[in-house]
């Protein structure tokens, strides 16, 4: 079992930025997947960015150029550096992990978080 936690979540005015965080335990294999997902009041589930433990990352569209995933290994550290955020930005915001290789959009995420909450005015 994988325990995450976000945090960082929180209000910003249109156009601020904000840097999420996922704090895990560490890994027990060395090849693993991690995601960040949102769902906004009445909106299904949607994932946003996933990199996997060989560096490569994926984004979906409404985050392409604004934000940026990472992952400090040392600390069993998931970030998302939001930039430019707009209204539509706001959400409860997830993170995931599981082991083995990402399939994005199509990953099967083992553990999630309980959740961080963006609201952008």
């Known amino acids: 079992h994988v325990q995450l936690v976000e945090s960082g979540g929180g209000s910003v005015q249109a156009g601020g930025s904000l840097r999420l965080s996922c704090a895990h335990w560490?890994?027990?294999?060395?090849?693993?997947?991690m995601g960040w997902f949102r769902q906004a009041p009445g909106k299904e589930l949607e994932e946003i960015a996933s990199i996997g433990s060989d560096g490569v990352t994926n984004y979906a569209d409404p985050a392409k150029g604004r934000f940026t995933i990472s992952h400090d290994d040392d600390a069993n550290r998931l970030y998302l550096q939001m930039r430019s955020l707009t209204p539509e930005d706001t959400a409860m915001y997830y993170c995931a992990a599981t082991g083995g290789p990402c399939s994005w959009l199509g990953t099967d995420y083992a553990f999630r978080g309980q959740g961080t909450q963006v609201t952008v005015s």
């Open positions: 560490k890994f027990s294999s060395g090849s693993y997947c």
